[in-house]
T-cell receptor, first 115, second 110 residues
């Protein structure tokens, strides 16, 4: 079990460019979560998929951010027209999506730097 | 988010213990998880609690008081390698989304 895989591990973009981040959840996990971590804001929820369907995107900035899960083996987070304030570590997590205890396992994150 | 609060820093001495506190808004509470995060690495799951009382897991124990909106993570027989950030995350009934505190950076000194 390779755990949650995220690529790339580091990405540098210029202001106004697009950034696409990839996540491969643990095989057999039906829930995928995206979070963003900064020193100032801490770890913030962005969006959540269950069986590839978008369930809750209440944490996503309304403009420029979008997420998809085209198949059970990967999800993408896309940021259009990146801004310096988008610089953060973007973490993907997956879980079995069970009632009761439902442990989320995190990937190593993608560190995004917008210059 | 969701009123999850943790102290920023905590220092303790090798061989002793450390208690990391977490408070949260009680409305709609549906479980609390503790994660350890080392610098530059992903959070690693430690424990999940949903019932009141102390849950002993050896090196790590967790306590929960639902009526008071309070939990703590207790680390015993501290080692230098326990130095890390410890994150408290609360789950509300809107599915399984976690709302994290800002984390407590624990420094264990010799």
């Amino acid at each position: 079990n390779a755990g949650v895989i995220q690529t790339p591990r580091h990405k540098v973009t210029g202001k106004g460019q697009e950034a696409t981040l990839w996540c491969e959840p643990i095989s057999g996990h039906s829930a995928v979560f995206w979070y963003r971590q900064t020193i100032v804001q801490g770890l913030e929820f962005l969006t959540y998929f269950r069986n590839q369907a978008p369930i809750d995107d209440s944490g996503m900035p309304k403009e420029r951010f979008s997420a998809q899960m085209p198949n059970q083996s990967h999800s993408t987070l896309k940021i259009q027209s990146t801004q310096p304030q988008d610089s953060a570590v973007y973490l993907c997590a997956s879980s079995l999506d069970e009632t009761g205890e439902d442990t989320q396992y995190f990937g190593p994150g993608t560190r995004l730097l917008v210059l | 988010g969701q009123g999850v609060e943790q102290p920023d820093n905590l220092m303790s001495v090798e061989g002793t213990f450390a208690r990391v506190n977490c408070t949260y808004s009680t409305s709609g509470f549906n479980g609390l998880s503790w994660y350890q995060q080392r610098e530059g690495h992903a959070p690693v799951f430690l424990s999940y609690v949903v019932l009141d009382g102390l849950k002993d897991s050896g090196h790590f124990s967790t306590f929960l008081s639902r009526s008071n909106g309070y939990s703590y993570l207790l680390l015993t027989e501290l080692q230098i390698k326990d130095s890390a950030s410890y994150l408290c995350a609360v789950r509300w009934p809107n599915y399984n989304v976690l709302y994290f505190g800002s984390g407590t950076k624990l420094t264990v000194e010799p």
